[in-house]
């Protein structure tokens, strides 16, 4: 399996640009998870989605924040619109599925996108 | 509020060396633990994982414990390599039907040839 994908890897953009950055879990997977990583306050999950449905977005920090999963190989992350603020590593992460037991609670994690907005 | 806690930060160690990193957690209504290896610029890798009812779980030279009563786990490096050197982060999730993981800031470990 090639594990959770993420694109792009890599994103700078300018202030006040939409930012879009994208997931696809590992096959079979029905949990995904958002999370951002600063150095001040280290991991933070911003929304899951428990078989395309979002079950918990309490993390999001703001409405400039969204997140989308139309089926359950894609989910995207948008910011509209960015701040330098927001320059973080966003991962995402999949699981079997919450609720399903012992070993399908774990999460595996993608390579991140490092995003900078200047 | 569940909140996680790793000691030490950070921690320098010459090669061959048994370690022990720590995490601590506030409230021990907890579904699982999972500990985690990231490594500069990449993304987390799954280490071990322990449900709430099991005292400890090993994977090779890793051997972490888990003391839900007093809120600890531990984990276990043996025989230290330079390979090992990375930030080891420990998450927990209170309840199982949430998946949500609640991390500590990590430690960092360097182990020097």
């Known amino acids: 399996d090639a594990g959770v994908i993420q694109s792009p890897r890599h994103e700078v953009t300018e202030m006040g640009q939409e930012v879009t950055l994208r997931c696809k879990p590992i096959s079979g997977h029905n949990s995904l998870f958002w999370y951002r990583q600063t150095m001040m306050r280290g991991l933070e999950l911003l929304i899951y989605?428990?078989?395309?449905?979002?079950?918990?977005d309490s993390g999001m920090p703001e409405d400039r924040f969204s997140a989308k999963m139309p089926n359950a190989s894609f989910s995207t992350l948008k910011i509209q619109p960015s701040e330098p603020r927001d320059s973080a590593v966003y991962f995402c992460?999949?699981?079997?599925?919450?609720?399903?037991?012992?070993?399908?609670?774990?999460?595996?994690f993608g390579p991140g996108t490092r995003l900078t907005v200047t | 509020k569940q909140e996680v806690t790793q000691i030490p930060a950070a921690l320098s160690v010459p090669e061959g060396e048994n370690l022990v990193l720590n995490c601590s957690f506030t409230?021990?209504?907890?579904?699982?633990l999972q500990w985690f290896r990231q490594d500069p610029g990449k993304g987390l890798t799954s280490l071990l994982l322990i449900q709430s009812s099991q005292r400890e779980q090993t994977s090779g030279r890793l051997n972490a414990s888990l003391d839900k009563s007093s809120g600890r786990s531990t984990l276990y490096i043996a025989a230290s390599q330079p390979g090992d050197s990375a930030t080891y982060l420990c998450?927990?999730?209170?309840?199982?039907?949430?998946?949500?993981?609640?991390f500590g800031q990590g430690t960092t470990l360097q182990v020097k040839p």
């Open positions: 998450a927990v999730t209170r309840r199982s039907n949430t998946g949500k993981l609640i």
């Open positions: 989605f428990n078989n395309n449905v979002p079950i918990d």
């Open positions: 409230d021990s209504a907890i579904y699982n």
């Open positions: 992460a999949s699981s079997l599925g919450i609720n399903s037991g012992r070993s399908r609670d774990e999460q595996y």
